[in-house]
């Protein structure tokens, strides 16, 4: 939090209006005109009552502290209302109090690379009487936003804007907005052995094993993994689950400067890996999912695990296509989710032959013939922005054209994606 800056207290309007008043009076005295000199001298003394009861206010509400607190969370396209409270202090007549976020929102993630960064303008008033507002923050898109929230006295006519508050500092985290595919069948990785009850009279010996792939960190018998230099598990004599372990590759490999149809791919990958994750975990909650980008690796044991990966999912943004050693070893099924921009996929799925490989990927919509039935795809419009209170890169306004990659797997799905003005 921080006390707001120093800004101009007129309005555009304010200030051609005093410019105005000035101009008549002084042009009226030096005519001797009555009534230009009653009229503006009337508008200069209504402008300084206005100005000096709006700067005495706005002095007393100095350590106003608005509370900020934006949904949780939040989602790309949902419309949801963020609810600003403790704004009810009593008012002079002509005055109302405003709530302004303003800040950069930067789409599909990559808040260090400014040359994606869109301005974000957002505002509302409270009404008179009430300590609430309520403030329309919606994004058309998956990004981060980083922005400053802060309180202005204005009055009714548009004159005066006076600085009151604490300013508040948010870096909201904005998912995508929800996609849905077809329901899968999988095949998964045990990472443990079937637990079943055994008798022994030596509990160590038949209750403890070495640590295995897909083993919850919690089962870890860290005093006896210290006595021998080796991760040891317990296995409970009452626990009969299997874990079983969900390979998942995230290839976020593109451009440095994205163009906005690029971003829009990465946007509907990323919400079909989080449909897959949800849909999963519903199914079977002792999954554990091993997920790999290309910069970040996470493992999502549990709901909590799931929640902290989609936040952090939110603000991946394309890194450029780069040579890796890091190739899938062993069996079982893996689960790619790329876009058109991955350049490198199919050398990627060709280094993990043999094992069965599911592909799910964005790719631009193409032209299809008149006999092919056109797929459903997910549509992006560039209007949104500014409806929305963002500022588009004007090389965005631009539509760009991406290729569709064609690339042979297991098991491909495709979402098909377009944007519009």
Same mark, same amino acid.
């Given at each position: 939090?921080?006390?707001?800056?120093?800004?101009?207290v007129?309005?555009?309007?304010?200030?051609?209006?005093?410019v105005?008043a000035?101009?008549i009076?002084?042009?009226?005295?030096?005519?001797?005109?009555?009534h230009?000199i009653l009229?503006?001298?009337?508008v200069?003394?209504?402008?300084l009552?206005l100005g000096?009861?709006?700067?005495?206010?706005a002095?007393?509400?100095e350590?106003?502290?608005?509370?900020w607190?934006?949904?949780?969370?939040? /989602?790309?396209g949902?419309?949801?209302e963020?609810i600003i409270?403790g704004?009810g202090?009593?008012?002079?007549?002509?005055f109302r109090?405003?709530?302004?976020v303003r800040g950069?929102?930067f789409?599909?993630?990559?808040?260090?690379n400014?040359?994606n960064?869109?301005?974000?303008? &957002?505002?509302?008033?409270?009404?008179?009487?009430?300590?609430?507002?309520?403030?329309?923050?919606?994004?058309p898109?998956?990004?981060?936003? #980083?922005?400053?929230?802060?309180c202005?006295?204005?009055?009714?006519?548009?004159?005066?804007?006076?600085p009151? !508050?604490?300013?508040?500092?948010?870096?909201?985290n904005?998912?995508s &907005?929800?996609?849905?595919g077809?329901?899968? =069948?999988?095949q998964?990785?045990?990472?443990?052995?079937d637990?079943k009850?055994?008798n022994?009279t030596?509990?160590?010996r038949?209750?403890?094993?070495?640590?295995?792939p897909g083993?919850?960190l919690?089962?870890?018998? *860290?005093?006896s993994?210290?006595?021998?230099?080796?991760l040891?598990t317990?296995?409970s004599?009452?626990?009969?689950?299997?874990?079983n372990?969900?390979?998942?590759?995230?290839?976020?490999y !593109?451009?440095?400067k994205?163009?906005l149809?690029?971003? *829009?791919l990465?946007?509907?990958?990323?919400s079909?890996?989080s449909?897959?994750l949800r849909?999963l975990m519903?199914?079977?909650a002792?999954?554990?999912?091993?997920?790999?980008?290309?910069?970040?690796?996470?493992?999502?044991?549990d709901s909590e695990?799931?929640e902290?990966?989609?936040?952090a999912l939110?603000?991946?943004s394309?890194?450029?296509?780069?040579?890796?050693?890091?190739?899938?070893s062993?069996?079982?099924?893996?689960?790619?989710?790329?876009?058109?921009?991955d350049?490198?996929?199919?050398?990627?799925?060709?280094?993990?032959?043999p094992? #069965?490989?599911s592909?799910?990927?964005?790719q631009?919509?193409?032209v299809?013939?008149?006999? =092919?039935?056109?797929?459903k #795809?997910?549509?992006?419009?560039?209007r949104d922005?500014p409806?929305? !209170?963002c500022?588009?890169l004007?090389r965005?306004?631009?539509?760009?054209?991406?290729?569709p990659?064609?690339?042979?797997? !297991?098991?491909?799905?495709k979402?098909?994606?377009? /944007?519009?003005l």
């Amino acid at each position: 939090m921080e006390k707001p800056r120093f800004r101009p207290v007129f309005t555009p309007i304010g200030a051609i209006t005093l410019v105005v008043a000035l101009v008549i009076l002084v042009r009226s005295l030096y005519a001797r005109n009555p009534h230009e000199i009653l009229l503006s001298f009337a508008v200069l003394l209504f402008m300084l009552a206005l100005g000096f009861t709006g700067w005495w206010k706005a002095k007393k509400l100095e350590l106003l502290e608005p509370g900020w607190k934006p949904p949780f969370p939040m /989602t790309s396209g949902a419309g949801e209302e963020t609810i600003i409270r403790g704004l009810g202090e009593p008012l002079p007549l002509f005055f109302r109090l405003h709530f302004i976020v303003r800040g950069k929102f930067f789409p599909t993630g990559g808040s260090v690379n400014k040359n994606n960064a869109c301005p974000f303008f &957002a505002e509302t008033s409270v009404p008179r009487g009430e300590a609430v507002a309520h403030l329309a923050l919606d994004f058309p898109m998956s990004g981060i936003f #980083h922005g400053k929230g802060f309180c202005r006295l204005r009055d009714i006519f548009g004159l005066y804007s006076f600085p009151c !508050g604490i300013t508040l500092t948010r870096t909201i985290n904005v998912r995508s &907005a929800p996609c849905f595919g077809k329901k899968l =069948q999988i095949q998964t990785l045990s990472g443990a052995e079937d637990r079943k009850t055994k008798n022994s009279t030596n509990e160590e010996r038949f209750y403890m094993r070495e640590y295995t792939p897909g083993d919850r960190l919690r089962d870890i018998n *860290w005093k006896s993994s210290e006595k021998i230099d080796a991760l040891i598990t317990r296995i409970s004599p009452d626990n009969q689950e299997k874990i079983n372990r969900i390979e998942i590759y995230f290839r976020n490999y !593109g451009p440095e400067k994205p163009s906005l149809e690029a971003l *829009w791919l990465l946007d509907r990958a990323k919400s079909r890996l989080s449909y897959f994750l949800r849909n999963l975990m519903d199914e079977n909650a002792n999954f554990i999912f091993t997920i790999r980008s290309a910069k970040v690796n996470w493992e999502i044991q549990d709901s909590e695990d799931l929640e902290d990966f989609l936040e952090a999912l939110a603000g991946l943004s394309f890194f450029p296509p780069q040579n890796s050693a890091d190739f899938p070893s062993g069996t079982g099924n893996i689960y790619i989710f790329s876009t058109a921009c991955d350049l490198g996929l199919a050398g990627f799925i060709s280094a993990c032959h043999p094992r #069965h490989i599911s592909l799910f990927i964005t790719q631009p919509e193409t032209v299809f013939k008149a006999t =092919q039935t056109k797929p459903k #795809h997910e549509t992006l419009y560039k209007r949104d922005f500014p409806a929305k !209170g963002c500022v588009p890169l004007l090389r965005w306004l631009l539509r760009t054209k991406i290729n569709p990659l064609y690339v042979d797997a !297991g098991m491909v799905e495709k979402i098909y994606t377009e /944007t519009r003005l």
